[in-house]
């Protein structure tokens, strides 16, 4: 039988007994999950006085924390309803037959949402490359004589941070980064039905198809783990890709997902084929362009416009999206008249903190979506960021983009306290959680309606039971309670 380590709540009776500090260093002390693990914490009213805090300055692996500061600085930099943009080239007109003797070129503006239904009103690719040909068809085009050429020069260096584990990397939580992304980077890959525990779980089919990609499975299905366990072991550019682990037992077969090794080469391929489905023949084919070439003599036939940043930042933050954070992280450079790299990006994001007087001795950042365990930040400058977008221009933007109790499984607990009290609006949390690590930060609203910034981490942790989530609960439930 799991144990938790329970606090009792006699609120009117607790917090008058002992201080905050008191309480808080109490409850963590005591907790047996976080015997030989850290712990960091601290609550303050924004600007105000620091209600408790417990080893600020010590920096600690921040998971997917990292992100309210990589949302906070892109917000305030580009604004909520900021547009990315597609744009489609020909660098020929066609002739009276609807023949284009040249080419047609994609180019990549950066878009993280590029045919993702993921942001409000967003649409699956094959829907926006469908409308695509119609434009194509539009100009008058009916034959390509030429390539169709995939530009995503746009972004430079690596596509996935330099500290993200080999265990991560093929996946789609951890999909590469380019100028010219599509459906988040990520395909299907199915697994036939698996009714038998211990048994090979062999791949059926990948959703969409992907040119030139082989996998290997070495999955195995579980009839006593219900998760998805399975890996994909591959490299940005690498497309063999082999998988490793389990995947529960299932009469319907199952399905994970995996990321694109070459997300701007599958971008023209696969429109080439919408073309030729759409009856547009294309006689070259589809590559990538190894430089950007002068637009400005070209013809643009089509501009391509991404979902508002504000619905963007939506995805990143309640669903804790890797993939956008680290698109995003490069727009900072590219604003900034730096090249488009990962670390011009996080030089960016080290200036929005200096900018805010948060110490850059309390960071140390690899990745902009928090992935790598070598992140480093205190929760000092956690609630730092968390103060700063309180005076923000875009505050309820920014605040609308955490997660509720409503939405997020590991406070569903929470919630069900929550409820009865119609308090479920009152916590707007960012939580992480990677090996060893569970985070949360956000803004709670204390007894008399008043914000409090907190932000709280664990690391070193020895198993992933639930345990330091309910002692984070217990310290939301004290804010909840506290009055000023």
């Given at each position: 039988?799991?144990?938790?380590?329970?606090?009792?709540?006699?609120?009117?009776?607790?917090?008058?007994?002992?201080?905050?500090?008191?309480?808080?260093?109490?409850?963590?002390?005591q907790a047996p999950v976080l015997k030989g693990a850290w712990w960091a914490?601290?609550?303050?009213?924004?600007?105000?006085?620091?209600?408790?805090?417990?080893?600020?300055?010590?920096?600690?692996?921040?998971?997917?924390?990292?992100?309210?500061i990589t949302s906070a600085a892109v917000l305030e930099t580009f604004g909520?309803?900021?547009?990315?943009?597609?744009?489609?080239?020909?660098?020929?007109?066609?002739?009276?037959?609807?023949?284009?003797?040249?080419?047609?070129?994609?180019?990549?503006?950066?878009?993280?949402?590029?045919?993702?239904?993921?942001?409000?009103?967003?649409?699956?690719?094959?829907?926006?490359?469908?409308?695509?040909?119609?434009?194509?068809?539009?100009?008058?085009?009916?034959?390509?004589?030429?390539?169709?050429?995939?530009?995503?020069?746009?972004?430079?260096?690596?596509?996935?941070?330099?500290?993200?584990?080999?265990?991560?990397?093929?996946?789609?939580?951890?999909?590469?980064?380019?100028?010219?992304?599509?459906?988040?980077?990520?395909?299907?890959?199915?697994?036939?039905?698996?009714?038998?525990?211990?048994?090979?779980?062999?791949?059926?089919?990948?959703?969409?198809?992907?040119?030139?990609?082989?996998?290997?499975?070495?999955?195995?299905?579980?009839?006593?783990?219900?998760?998805?366990?399975?890996?994909?072991?591959?490299?940005?550019?690498?497309?063999?890709?082999?998988?490793?682990?389990?995947?529960?037992?299932?009469?319907?077969?199952?399905?994970?997902?995996?990321?694109?090794?070459?997300?701007?080469?599958?971008?023209?391929?696969?429109?080439?084929?919408?073309?030729?489905?759409?009856?547009?023949?294309?006689?070259?084919?589809?590559?990538?362009?190894?430089?950007?070439?002068?637009?400005?003599?070209?013809?643009?036939?089509?501009?391509?416009?991404?979902?508002?940043?504000?619905?963007?930042?939506?995805?990143?933050?309640?669903?804790?999206?890797?993939?956008?954070?680290?698109?995003?992280?490069?727009?900072?450079?590219?604003?900034?008249?730096?090249?488009?790299?990962?670390?011009?990006?996080?030089?960016?994001?080290?200036?929005?903190?200096?900018?805010?007087?948060?110490?850059?001795?309390?960071?140390?950042?690899?990745?902009?979506?928090?992935?790598?365990?070598?992140?480093?930040?205190?929760?000092?400058?956690?609630?730092?960021t968390l103060n700063a977008m309180r005076n923000s221009p875009y505050f309820?933007?920014?605040?609308?983009?955490?997660?509720?109790?409503?939405?997020?499984?590991?406070?569903?607990?929470?919630?069900?306290?929550?409820?009865?009290?119609?308090?479920?609006?009152?916590?707007?949390?960012?939580?992480?959680?990677?090996?060893?690590?569970?985070?949360?930060?956000?803004?709670?609203?204390?007894?008399?309606?008043?914000?409090?910034?907190?932000?709280?981490?664990?690391?070193?942790?020895?198993?992933?039971?639930?345990?330091?989530?309910?002692?984070?609960?217990?310290?939301?439930?004290?804010?909840?309670?506290?009055?000023?």
């Amino acid at each position: 039988m799991k144990k938790f380590f329970i606090i009792p709540f006699l609120f009117g009776g607790l917090l008058d007994a002992q201080p905050l500090q008191e309480t808080i260093q109490n409850m963590t002390d005591q907790a047996p999950v976080l015997k030989g693990a850290w712990w960091a914490g601290v609550a303050q009213y924004p600007g105000e006085e620091v209600l408790f805090s417990v080893n600020e300055s010590q920096r600690m692996a921040p998971a997917s924390t990292l992100k309210l500061i990589t949302s906070a600085a892109v917000l305030e930099t580009f604004g909520p309803d900021y547009q990315f943009e597609t744009r489609l080239y020909a660098d020929a007109l066609p002739d009276a037959e609807g023949v284009l003797n040249g080419n047609i070129y994609i180019r990549g503006g950066g878009d993280p949402s590029l045919g993702s239904t993921r942001p409000a009103g967003g649409e699956n690719a094959q829907k926006l490359l469908r409308r695509w040909a119609k434009e194509i068809k539009k100009s008058g085009i009916k034959t390509i004589r030429g390539n169709i050429y995939a530009d995503e020069t746009l972004f430079e260096g690596l596509s996935v941070p330099p500290k993200v584990n080999w265990e991560n990397m093929g996946n789609y939580y951890a999909a590469p980064v380019s100028a010219l992304s599509l459906a988040d980077n990520s395909f299907k890959i199915r697994f036939s039905p698996q009714p038998g525990h211990g048994k090979e779980a062999k791949v059926s089919n990948t959703e969409p198809e992907i040119p030139g990609l082989s996998i290997r499975s070495f999955v195995t299905a579980s009839a006593q783990d219900r998760r998805d366990n399975a890996y994909v072991y591959a490299a940005p550019g690498q497309f063999d890709l082999d998988i490793y682990g389990t995947i529960p037992t299932n009469l319907l077969g199952f399905t994970i997902q995996a990321a694109l090794p070459d997300p701007a080469l599958f971008t023209a391929q696969y429109l080439q084929q919408i073309l030729q489905e759409e009856g547009i023949s294309v006689t070259g084919n589809a590559q990538k362009a190894e430089t950007s070439p002068d637009y400005s003599a070209m013809h643009l036939l089509y501009t391509q416009k991404s979902a508002k940043l504000k619905d963007i930042l939506y995805v990143l933050n309640k669903r804790s999206f890797n993939f956008y954070a680290e698109m995003l992280v490069r727009h900072l450079a590219l604003h900034a008249g730096q090249k488009g790299t990962l670390q011009n990006g996080i030089q960016q994001l080290e200036n929005w903190l200096k900018a805010h007087n948060i110490p850059l001795n309390d960071v140390k950042i690899y990745d902009a979506s928090g992935l790598s365990r070598d992140n480093m930040l205190t929760v000092r400058a956690l609630t730092g960021t968390l103060n700063a977008m309180r005076n923000s221009p875009y505050f309820n933007v920014y605040y609308q983009t955490l997660a509720t109790p409503n939405d997020r499984g590991d406070l569903l607990l929470l919630r069900r306290w929550l409820y009865p009290q119609k308090r479920l609006d009152d916590v707007h949390v960012k939580g992480g959680t990677i090996d060893g690590v569970k985070a949360m930060a956000g803004y709670v609203k204390d007894k008399e309606g008043k914000l409090i910034s907190f932000a709280l981490i664990a690391n070193n942790l020895e198993d992933k039971s639930e345990a330091i989530n309910r002692i984070h609960e217990n310290i939301i439930k004290t804010l909840l309670h506290y009055q000023h």
